[in-house]
């Protein structure tokens, strides 16, 4: 008997009746022979954690832009933190482990450079918009691996699409990542925000605290044991009404003194500019795109696509080190 059997009867007997079982799996787009070793959720998140496109999220911003210390969050932390959440809450509810931490460390996958300022400025250039869920699915089907996409199951690119509080996933597999996502990012948003002294944790509201707890560590360990206890057993993931009124409250506080506070986002205006002038400049000099890219544009694809594709794709650092050297003049030194 194959390993990848063998594990498989392990989830069947195991998991909770609500899992999503590897052996039930939807399946891929492109039919490929299974892995002898690991089941097919597992194999996709070998895919996604070797992808160049997760490399690159630790040097996309999560919050603060390019902030002056080691210990701030990037997308890739963020990502690492979404998936520690999820995975402590499906092995709770006896859920299938594999299928949420592939989901989790997929669903930032098309985040731009810049965080939501790129996403905001592509949104508004593409004709087509931008929305960085949208484009994490378009990177596992089509653009990683220079065009071939990474054939992933159908479950985990379902989670990906459909991570937004917004959206409905298929899969309670993909709701724990979806709560996760929100909980991870205003808990660890806080603890950078409180770092950078835009914040203290004394300034929540004191009758949310009486709820939650009055550090963001309590509020971790709050949400996450709520989220467990009233999705014991349930085919639903969800919270009771009193943590997820007091979850929607922490969320309002943090947009209005964290995510839009001036302090923290007084560049994101040259940001957004930045953005927009790189899309403009790979519009008019499609020929320095990558060749996979150009190849798409005899397959259908627009021209604004593919340089919506590539402008996405850069690191922060990279970003700025292209409009420096195609704006910014240089020096002349005599030799």
Not at 108 to 134: C, I, K, Q, W, Y
Not at 222 to 234: E, G, L, P, V, Y
Not at 244 to 267: C, D, H, S, W
Request: charged share 30%; aromatic share 8%; with cysteine.
């Amino acid at each position: 008997m194959k390993i990848r059997k063998q594990l498989e009867e392990r989830e069947k007997k195991f998991l909770s009746k609500h899992a999503t079982l590897s052996m039930n799996s939807r399946g891929r787009e492109k039919e490929e022979k299974p892995c002898d070793i690991r089941p097919c959720f597992q194999r996709d998140r070998d895919r996604i954690l070797y992808s160049k496109s997760f490399r690159r999220l630790k040097d996309k911003t999560q919050v603060f832009l390019s902030p002056d210390g080691d210990h701030y969050r990037t997308r890739m932390t963020h990502t690492l933190e979404v998936s520690q959440n999820a995975r402590t809450i499906a092995k709770a509810l006896l859920l299938n482990e594999d299928l949420t931490e592939a989901i989790a460390l997929g669903h930032d996958l098309g985040h731009t450079p810049f965080g939501h300022a790129g996403e905001r400025a592509l949104n508004e250039v593409n004709p087509g918009g931008f929305r960085h869920n949208e484009q994490s699915l378009r990177i596992v089907e089509t653009l990683e691996n220079y065009g071939k996409g990474m054939n992933l199951t159908w479950e985990v690119r379902d989670g990906i699409l459909n991570h937004e509080l917004n959206l409905t996933p298929a899969t309670l597999e993909g709701k724990v990542v979806r709560l996760s996502d929100k909980i991870a990012y205003m808990h660890h948003d806080m603890d950078d925000a409180i770092r950078g002294g835009i914040m203290k944790e004394k300034d929540i509201p004191e009758r949310l605290a009486k709820t939650i707890g009055h550090t963001n560590g309590e509020w971790l360990d709050t949400f996450i044991h709520d989220i467990i206890a009233t999705s014991m057993d349930k085919d639903d993931i969800t919270m009771s009404a009193e943590i997820y009124e007091a979850f929607l409250e922490l969320r309002e506080f943090m947009f209005a003194n964290v995510y839009t506070n001036p302090i923290a986002k007084g560049q994101e205006g040259k940001v957004e500019e930045m953005i927009k002038i790189l899309y403009g400049y790979y519009l008019e000099h499609i020929d320095k795109l990558p060749d996979y890219l150009k190849a798409m544009l005899d397959e259908g694809e627009t021209k604004e696509r593919i340089v919506c594709d590539y402008v996405s794709s850069m690191t922060d650092r990279y970003a700025v080190s292209v409009f420096e050297e195609v704006y910014i003049p240089k020096s002349w030194t005599v030799l």
